[in-house]
């Protein structure tokens, strides 16, 4: 029941901050990963937000931690599990829901396909063939990194 009720709230938070983003424009950071296994990468739909779309774990950065503790935390956080190895894709800036947004691109591999999501956040996670490329149906981050890693593969 906590969680039923726990993912409108999210959901209905989510609208709200949009105002005061829409207002503030403020300057944020974080990590976005992605998770690596057997040819396939892990993603996410998020029970808020643009709920449709195959986004990558992820979030924004605490204070204190450095991104790639950020994206290890929010990894673990989201869908429960940790990197055998961890690979620096790149960062940019970008704007998004009217945050100027500093995001970091990580790449995990991990060493087997079991996951556990966080149900409050998390709507469904699924494993995708990387070789399948971008798609409409991604967020914005996971198409750029599907394009860094590939770069990165052949180079």
Not at 81 to 110: A, M, Q
């Amino acid at each position: 029941m906590k969680k039923f009720f726990g993912k409108y709230i999210l959901s209905y938070a989510h609208k709200l901050i949009k105002v005061y983003w829409f207002f503030r424009r403020p300057n944020v950071s974080g990590s976005k990963v992605l998770v690596v296994h057997d040819g396939k990468m892990l993603l996410i739909r998020q029970n808020y937000g643009n709920k449709e779309l195959w986004n990558l774990p992820g979030g924004g950065h605490k204070k204190g931690e450095s991104y790639e503790e950020t994206a290890i935390r929010e990894t673990f956080e989201e869908v429960g599990v940790r990197p055998t190895s961890v690979f620096f894709l790149g960062d940019e800036h970008v704007k998004e829901d009217y945050l100027n947004v500093h995001i970091h691109y990580y790449v995990f591999e991990v060493s087997g396909s079991e996951f556990v999501i966080d149900q409050l956040e998390i709507n469904e996670a699924r494993w995708f063939k990387i070789s399948e490329g971008k798609k409409e149906n991604y967020h914005m981050y996971t198409n750029r990194v599907i394009d860094l890693y590939d770069k990165h593969k052949n180079s």
